[in-house]
């Protein structure tokens, strides 16, 4: 899977935009302004793509446990967010395609009635 790719996958969700809020290294993608994904460009073009995807922090903790390409989100929260290898092929695009839907999900969920009803 490439970048392409799962930026498609992240814009094809609803209110989601792409912006560069740290600097023109880290892309980041936010539904209503909520960050739910960020890809570090300069690895990616390093061969060593990843992104950093909110999560539940028993299931965060269950993934590392079971994917060596699963860790603590790297400069983020680790306790609610993970840092997914890509570049090291062990997980199969549509499980990655199911992380960036949970991260979304738990971002959706955290926000205000007034804001999920935006969503509608």
């Known amino acids: 899977m490439d970048i392409e790719q799962l930026r498609r996958y992240c814009l094809q969700k609803n209110k989601v935009t792409e912006e560069f809020p740290f600097d023109q290294d880290t892309l980041v993608f936010k539904v209503l302004g909520k960050m739910f994904a960020l890809f570090p460009l300069a690895k990616w073009e390093k061969g060593e793509g990843s992104v950093n995807l909110k999560c539940d922090p028993d299931y965060a903790l269950e993934l ?57």
């Open 64 to 120: 590392r446990e079971t994917y060596h390409s699963i860790v603590g989100g790297f400069h983020s929260n680790k306790k609610h967010w993970n840092t997914i290898y890509i570049h090291k092929g062990e997980l199969h695009p549509k499980l990655v395609c199911e992380f960036i839907d949970h991260s979304y999900d738990l971002v959706v969920k955290g926000m205000t009635k007034k804001m999920r009803q935006e969503l509608d």
